[in-house]
């Protein structure tokens, strides 16, 4: 399967953009790129993904690298609200791995008033 | 109301006990999954069930059972505790597309003494 590398953690000031990057280079052409994040006691959530083309929604922005062996999560103004550990997962849809989230360590977001 | 919810969300044990952890959905979702999570670690998939008469071992699945009752229900057993057993527990469900969103409950945090 192949494998993300993210930061163990990251700081940022509240209301600043965060970028949050993913190195993934040995992705396969039918991995989709997931961003989840995890709040303290709560339930991981899902928050974006995409394949190929930058992807935006209500939450952040998935920018990814036109070769695909990395990708960025942009979170365009931090709250405390977003201090969470954030997963960034390959999905390969074929077959039933496509339904498989593998988590690795994350990278825990600490914002700062 | 909460679209996944889990029961117990607490429970404390000892060795040797029969522990059963509820999972149900109103998201009319056919998937679902259990996930474990350790401290400081991401989620290992246990079980993973795409319809009622579908049901497939995850990553650590020795020690557990699950059940699928029903297309809403999915409970997960721990038929005889053991301490290393000790954890949080995560259900989650997604629909059938294979790179959409999976959606977790609350959690149920797990302790066996």
């Known amino acids: 399967d192949a494998k993300t590398t993210q930061p163990n953690s990251m700081e940022s000031n509240e209301e600043e953009p965060v970028h949050l990057p993913c190195n993934h280079s040995t992705i396969s052409g039918t991995d989709y790129i997931h961003w989840y994040r995890q709040l303290p006691s709560q339930g991981p959530e899902y928050v974006i993904h995409g394949l190929t083309s930058n992807v935006n929604n209500r939450m952040a922005s998935l920018a990814i690298a036109e070769d695909r062996k990395s990708s960025t999560l942009i979170l365009h103004r931090a709250t405390l609200r977003d201090a969470a550990v954030y997963y960034c997962i390959l999905r390969d849809v074929r077959g039933n791995a496509g339904n498989m989230l593998t988590f690795g360590g994350g990278t825990r977001l600490m914002v700062k008033p | 109301d909460a679209d996944v919810t889990q029961t117990p969300r607490n429970r404390i044990t000892k060795t040797g006990k029969r522990i059963m952890l509820e999972c149900s959905q109103t998201?009319?979702?056919?998937?679902m999954y259990w996930y474990r999570q350790d401290p400081g670690l991401g989620l290992r998939l246990i079980y993973y069930?795409?319809?009622?008469?579908?049901?497939n071992k995850g990553e650590i699945s020795d020690g557990y059972s699950v059940s699928r009752q029903a297309q809403a229900k999915f409970s997960l057993s721990l038929e005889s505790a053991i301490p290393n057993q000790t954890a949080l527990y995560f259900c989650?469900?997604?629909?059938?597309?294979?790179?959409?969103?999976?959606?977790f409950g609350p959690g149920t945090r797990l302790t066996v003494l």
């Open positions: 998201k009319g979702h056919d998937r």
């Open positions: 069930s795409f319809d009622v008469k579908d049901i």
């Open positions: 989650a469900t997604s629909d059938f597309l294979g790179q959409g969103a999976q959606y």
